[in-house]
Each structure stands twice: as structure tokens, then as C-alpha cells.
């Protein structure tokens, strides 16, 4: 009976030990549990976020709980039962100082971020740049600006945090996806200052070209022409064709900045046809108008309408080079047209005007033999 209480003993000892490591362990993880949901709800950060203090401390306490549990196995002999815990737990614990880290560089970044945020926003209201934007219809201009230096700043602090991970699986692809960003923002905000200056000053030639054509009464002349109406005047028509064509010569030019190739060929091609297209409208109208001016300042009225047609003709083969056609196409055309005109009139004379032809031949031979005789 001795030899087997002695026996018995030590095993007995090593159950005591760990009742005793698992009620201690958990009496602890408990106090843990309670003293970190208390922690979390004196922090206003925290408390807004509903149910995070409840979880924060679930998991303090089962982290807790785990620990004992390992410690507990360990005490037992159940060494190839803890072994894999305890390569987790060293795992944690050699990265918690990283963790740490992480932490303070978010925390300390974040809070940097937000005191950048206040003072740009202070600056621009000093500065009254505030009531500058509120002219060109921005209304939160300090917010703005303050928002993208606040996210700018957060970039580099994210940076910061994830190479303190020091979790090359995750660092890498994320450090290289932000620093991709970094490197673009320059080329975003060059493209944007680009696209604003080019529409700028695109408005202030629309504007003073509007003016111009009001000043001299093209609307008018444009209404006589067809081209212009009472819903679209012809001054509102030049803006929206100088505007269009400023919008897309800033796109292709930002497109080019940003360095979108295909985008930046699209809109340049886009832009120089309507460029050709400008050019050729404007040919065309300045030939209607100078065969309108004609028209009204010859007493015929039928050789001042051949006369506006001939200019509108002749502005028209002159334009067609500009929208691509190709100038051996024109003369081809035109020599036709000659030709053409030239063998009508020709046979219209002829067959049409006999008696007249003999006539106007009759008289030159009778004025030639006058002439002679005298």
C-alpha cells in the first residue's frame, strides 16, 4: 500500500500543479478581462466604435486563457500538445515589438496628419483664400486642400507602419502599390495644373471672342447665313467651339502628363480634326459674308446672288483641305466644274443662240468693213 501511494504521489503533485496554474491562469485572465473593458470605455476613441471594448477584452482574456492552457499541458508532460503553441507564442512575441511599433509610428502619423489638416485649413482662412475659391464655385476650398494633405501625409506614415511589420508577404506588395502612388501623384497634380490653365485660358478667349462678335453684329450676317437662330446665337456658338476644343487640347495634354498613351493619342487626334474642322467653319462663313456683303452692295440681283455663291463655292474648295481632302482631288473637281460650266455655256450658245450668235457676228463684220471703207 506504501509503494503505491508513493507511486501515486508524484502524480498527484503534477494535478495539483495544474489545477492550481489553471485556476490562478484563469482567475487572472478574468481581472484582465474586467480591467481591459473598463480601460476601453474611459477612452472616447475607443467607446464610439459599439462593441469593441467587449471584444478587446474577450480577447485579452482568452489570450490569457491560451497561455494557461499551454502552461497547464506543459506541466502534464504533454510536450508534443504544446510544442506547436509555444512556436506560436514565440512567433507572437518575437513580432509584438514590430506590432508595437506599427502602432505608435500609425498613432503618431495619424495624429500628424490631423494637426497638418487643422493648420492648412487655418492658413488659407488667414490668408482669405477661402473667399477666392468660393468665387470659382468652390465652396470648401480649405477642406480640400486640407483633406489631400492629410491623405498625403498618410501614405507616407502607412508606409512607415507596414515596413515596422516587417512582414515581407504583406509589405512588399502593399510599400510597392503605395509607392506606386507616390510616384504618380506628381504627374496627377501636373496633369490637373495643365488641364486647369489650358480650360482657363480657353474660357478667357471664348469670352473675348463672344465679345468681339457681338461688337461687330456677325449674329446677324450668321442669321442671314443660317447659321445662327434665336436659341443659339452665333456669339454663344464660337464660345462652344472655342471651349470644346480648349477642353480637349487640356485632356490630350493631361492624358500626355499621365502618361496614358492610347488616351493621349485619342484626344489628339481629336483635337487637331476639331482644329481642321474651326479652320474650315471659319473659312466658309468668312466666304458667305463676303458674298453676303456683295450681295447687298450690287444693284442685280442676280449677279450679286451668283456672286455669294461664287465666294461660298470658292471658300468651300478652299476649306476642304482642312478636314483631309486631298488637294489633287480639289483641282480635279474644280477642273471639272470649269469644264463643265465652260461647255454649257458653250453649247447653250451655240445651239440655244444661233440668231443671236449671227447677229453679234454680223454687226462686228459690218463695224470691221465701215472702218475699212473710211
Not at 501614405?155 to 515596422?164: D, G, H, K, P, Q
Amino acid at each position: 500500500m506504501g509503494l503505491s501511494l508513493n507511486a501515486l504521489l508524484p502524480y498527484v503533485v503534477v494535478a495539483v500543479k495544474a489545477v492550481v496554474i489553471f485556476v490562478v491562469g484563469w482567475i487572472f485572465a478574468a481581472v484582465a478581462k474586467s480591467i481591459t473593458y473598463k480601460i476601453c470605455n474611459s477612452i472616447e476613441t475607443i467607446k464610439k466604435h459599439e462593441g469593441l471594448p467587449k471584444s478587446t477584452s474577450s480577447l485579452v482574456y482568452y489570450f490569457i486563457l491560451l497561455i494557461t492552457v499551454v502552461a497547464v499541458l506543459e506541466v502534464l508532460g504533454l510536450k508534443y500538445v504544446t510544442q506547436p503553441f509555444l512556436d506560436l507564442l514565440n512567433k507572437v512575441a518575437a513580432y509584438i515589438p514590430n506590432i508595437i511599433g506599427a502602432v505608435v509610428i500609425l498613432f503618431v502619423g495619424v495624429f500628424f496628419a490631423k494637426v497638418a489638416k487643422e493648420f492648412v485649413n487655418s492658413l488659407l482662412e488667414t490668408f482669405q483664400i477661402e473667399e477666392l475659391g468660393k468665387k470659382y464655385g468652390i465652396e470648401d476650398l480649405g477642406g480640400a486642400v486640407g483633406n489631400l494633405v492629410y491623405l498625403f501625409i498618410l501614405l507616407f506614415v502607412v508606409i512607415a507602419a507596414l515596413n515596422a511589420l516587417q512582414i515581407q508577404a504583406i509589405t512588399a506588395p502593399a510599400v510597392a502599390m503605395l509607392s506606386a502612388i507616390l510616384e504618380a501623384i506628381p504627374r496627377i497634380v501636373a496633369a490637373v495644373l495643365v488641364f486647369g490653365i489650358i480650360f482657363y485660358v480657353g474660357r478667357i478667349v471664348a469670352d473675348v471672342a463672344a465679345k468681339v462678335v457681338d461688337e461687330l453684329n456677325i449674329d446677324e450676317i450668321a442669321k442671314d447665313i443660317g447659321i445662327s437662330s434665336d436659341k443659339l446665337k452665333f456669339d454663344d456658338l464660337v464660345r462652344y467651339l472655342i471651349l470644346t476644343f480648349a477642353v480637349l487640347l487640356g485632356l490630350s495634354q493631361a492624358f500626355h502628363y499621365l502618361e496614358a498613351e492610347a488616351l493621349y493619342e485619342i484626344t489628339y487626334r481629336f483635337t487637331v480634326i476639331a482644329f481642321r474642322i474651326v479652320v474650315a467653319s471659319v473659312i466658309l462663313f468668312v466666304g458667305a459674308y463676303i458674298g453676303s456683303l456683295i450681295e447687298k452692295r450690287v444693284e442685280s440681283e442676280t449677279i450679286g446672288k451668283f456672286a455669294k455663291v461664287a465666294f461660298i463655292v470658292a471658300a468651300f474648295f478652299i476649306a476642304l483641305p482642312y478636314v483631309g481632302v486631298s488637294p489633287i482631288v480639289i483641282e480635279i473637281v474644280v477642273f471639272s466644274l470649269c469644264f463643265g460650266v465652260g461647255l454649257a455655256f458653250a453649247l447653250a450658245f451655240g445651239l440655244g443662240g444661233k440668231d443671236v450668235a449671227a447677229k453679234i457676228l454680223e454687226d462686228l463684220m459690218k463695224k470691221r468693213e465701215d472702218n475699212q471703207g473710211k
